[in-house]
């Protein structure tokens, strides 16, 4: 305990000596945190459209009326043929083109039918998608309105309406930034952890005092208890900066308990350093470390349910989150701070998350060569 004891002082007194990497610890995450959230939003607006109306009817107009006058979509040419309106597209100016066929109107109202048809732009895949699905959304509703207009003077048509009323658990007022935010926290808590953890011993071997510790009679795993404990209290302060962040600036608190939060992040930082650890006894410099956690910490984000549900992913693709300990600690932030989820609900995380720390931090301090 004592020889642990020297350890932590001298890493302490080594992270304090050095102004400018605390500083970036602390600013960094923060910054980010408030930046992020306004970037990373799965709303698309300002949707670029190009209208090939052949029909200039009453109808035609109130139907691109209807479409622009929401905040989605946006007239960036009204043109005569469709080649035009394409040629927009190609100029990367429309993403979509709505072309509206002559005789809409009259086969709206005599015929109940009329097709339109739409192109999109698929380059940009969510905005192609998304853009699609709004544009097609609004046109059922005007079509709504259309027939409702038209069928309600006849007596012999009683229409039955289904009033369909949503109400949105968790995110009322569907707010990204309260989706968002506990997602892209959880992956500065893993950033911060996972470099932290990476860089430490391969510094004291390019420093070269890591020979002087080998020398020593102190045991491997009190080298590296000693090197995890002070990152596992700066990635606390991280997280409790982290927590202070989203209730100042974006207003949002944890509806669960905060101690289930801390008792989590606190299992999480003991496998996410271990495996900056581990991967630190495989490196001879920093550069190589800085590498390979580029390229984990890249899947563990990409691969954690932040920007893509892991349900919509591919089978192997689901095999492969489950073992990416990002995923449940992005799960179980949403879970305690949107939901109010308790111990009882989040065993099964803890447990598997438990299970990376033990065998990430043993595999460390057995991988840890000590020569004297």
Avoid at 137 to 146: A, L, P, V
Avoid at 168 to 180: D, S
């Amino acid at each position: 305990m004592r020889t642990i004891k020297f350890l932590l002082f001298k890493e302490f007194k080594q992270i304090f000596r050095n102004r400018a990497i605390l500083a970036l610890i602390m600013v960094m995450p923060v910054v980010q945190l408030i930046i992020l959230p306004l970037a990373a939003d799965y709303e698309v607006k300002n949707i670029n459209l190009s209208v090939v109306d052949h029909d200039h009817s009453t109808y035609s107009q109130k139907l691109i009326s209807t479409i622009t006058a929401t905040p989605y979509f946006k007239l960036t040419g009204y043109n005569k043929s469709y080649d035009e309106a394409f040629r927009l597209i190609e100029l990367d100016k429309a993403d979509l083109v709505l072309e509206i066929p002559q005789g809409f109107e009259r086969n709206l109202v005599r015929e109940n039918q009329q097709e339109l048809f739409v192109a999109v732009n698929a380059i940009n895949g969510t905005k192609a998608n998304l853009g699609g699905a709004y544009l097609n959304t609004i046109i059922q509703i005007f079509n709504s309105d259309i027939r409702v207009k038209l069928l309600e003077h006849e007596e012999s048509n009683q229409t039955q309406n289904i009033d369909v009323t949503v109400s949105n658990w968790f995110n009322p007022y569907m707010n990204y930034h309260v989706f968002m935010v506990p997602g892209i926290l959880a992956v500065l808590v893993t950033m911060i952890g996972g470099f932290l953890s990476a860089l430490n011993i391969v510094k004291e071997k390019e420093v070269g005092t890591i020979e002087q510790i080998n020398v020593t009679p102190i045991k491997k795993s009190h080298f590296i208890i000693g090197k995890l404990i002070p990152f596992w209290v700066l990635g606390n302060v991280v997280f409790t900066l982290g927590l202070l962040v989203s209730w100042l600036v974006y207003g949002i608190t944890p509806v669960g308990s905060l101690l289930v939060l801390y008792v989590f992040v606190s299992v999480f930082l003991l496998a996410i350093l271990g495996f900056g650890l581990l991967v630190s006894t495989f490196c001879d410099t920093q550069q190589q470390a800085m590498f390979i956690m580029f390229f984990f910490v890249m899947i563990f984000i990409l691969m954690g349910g932040l920007f893509t549900p892991i349900e919509s992913m591919p089978g192997w693709a689901q095999t492969v989150t489950k073992f990416n300990p990002a995923s449940y600690l992005i799960e179980t932030m949403r879970m305690v701070i949107l939901k109010g989820s308790g111990f009882k609900d989040l065993l099964r995380n803890i447990g598997i998350i438990a299970i990376f720390a033990i065998v990430l931090n043993l595999w460390a301090v057995l991988n840890y060569r000590k020569t004297s």
